[in-house]
């Protein structure tokens, strides 16, 4: 069986940014590793638009009601943290 040809995407960018990619030895490369990373850090609940439907917001503000979003003091990443100590039980 024949292997199946890359497909080829096109987009737009910006002015600065083509001359910022203008720079990396290897722009296809660098792109494909940039789209797999943001792929594989999407938020779990917008899907990595940014957004919340109507229903994920209300389904959001009931957790948040129990829950807290601090700073972690080693790295400083921000960390979920349960506030209902009774359901933990």
Known sequence: ?????A????FKV???LARV????PNR??????SILN?????CPV?????ILTPQQKKHW??????????????CHGLTITCNDFEAAE
């Open 61 to 74: 503000l009931e957790f948040a009601s129990h829950h807290t979003i601090e700073a972690c003091d080693d």
């Open 38 to 42: 943001a792929l594989d850090n999407t």
């Open 21 to 24: 990619l203008e720079h990396i």
């Open 14 to 16: 910006d002015e600065a």
């Open 28 to 33: 296809s490369e660098f792109i494909r590793a």
């Open 7 to 10: 497909e080829v995407i096109t």
């Open 1 to 5: 069986m024949a292997a199946k040809k």
């Open 46 to 50: 917008c899907h990595g638009v940014g």
